[in-house]
């Protein structure tokens, strides 16, 4: 399957608090993607991580690939209450995205 | 800046009816354009992508089809939708490179009873 994996299917973790979220995958890709969807809309990109890049940094967002391991993560820093959405993990092959079914996090005030 | 557009926000349709959602960008030319759906609690099915005018990719053979009758709108239809069609729909659209970073709309909420 070209689609990625997300794991856990769902977080939940005090505010202030690191969250973790992996995405496996199967296929060779020239990057991957993770982005966010708040519920009822529509998802926004967080960060692209190319294939020759081991770790990436945005903000409060950390996100590691290993291509041996077909994976990655995405670490949210010290954790807010505005947080809370669903992630997802998108491997990007030659052509299209195809997208996992997410991690919910949600985030305790 | 780039935008993109789609509407409308929810619909309810009886089994059989019709379907059409619309979708448009602004500031660009050119662009990949996508339709995705996302069943509940499930992830996003990529449905149709087009390259350009006229030319559309369907990548799950279903009860929808699309058409690209512009360079920045971009139409998903049904003729008789069916009770497997509810869901949440995605536009979205890209650069020329179809691996890049997408830009999503706002979806669609279609509830077929």
């Known amino acids: 399957s070209q689609q990625g994996e997300e794991d856990p299917q769902a977080l939940s973790i005090q505010e202030g608090e690191n969250a973790t979220m992996n995405c496996s995958y199967k296929?060779?890709?020239?990057?991957l993607q993770w982005y966010r969807q708040n519920s009822g809309r529509g998802l926004v990109h967080l960060i692209l991580i190319r294939s020759n890049e081991r770790e990436k940094h945005s903000g409060r967002l950390r996100v590691t690939l290993d291509t041996s391991k077909k994976s990655s993560s995405l670490l949210i820093t010290a954790s807010r209450a505005a947080d809370t959405a669903s992630y997802f993990c998108a491997p990007a092959g030659a052509n299209n995205l195809f997208f996992g079914t997410g991690t919910r996090l949600t985030v305790i005030p | 800046s780039q935008t993109i557009h789609q509407w409308p926000a929810t619909l309810v349709q009886p089994v059989g009816s019709p379907l059409s959602l619309e979708c448009t960008v602004e500031?660009?030319?050119?662009?990949?354009l996508y339709w995705y759906r996302q069943a509940a609690g499930r992830g996003l099915q990529l449905l149709f992508y087009?390259?350009?005018?006229?030319?559309i990719s369907s990548e799950v053979p279903q009860n929808l089809s699309a058409s690209r009758p512009q360079d920045r709108q971009f139409i998903l239809s049904s003729k008789k939708l069916l009770l497997s069609d509810s869901g949440f729909y995605l536009c979205?659209?890209?650069?020329?490179?179809?691996?890049?970073?997408?830009?999503f709309g706002s979806g669609t909420q279609l509830s077929v009873l």
């Open positions: 296929t060779s890709i020239n990057n």
């Open positions: 500031g660009t030319s050119n662009p990949n």
């Open positions: 979205a659209w890209s650069g020329q490179a179809r691996n890049e970073k997408l830009f």
């Open positions: 087009s390259v350009g005018i006229g030319q």
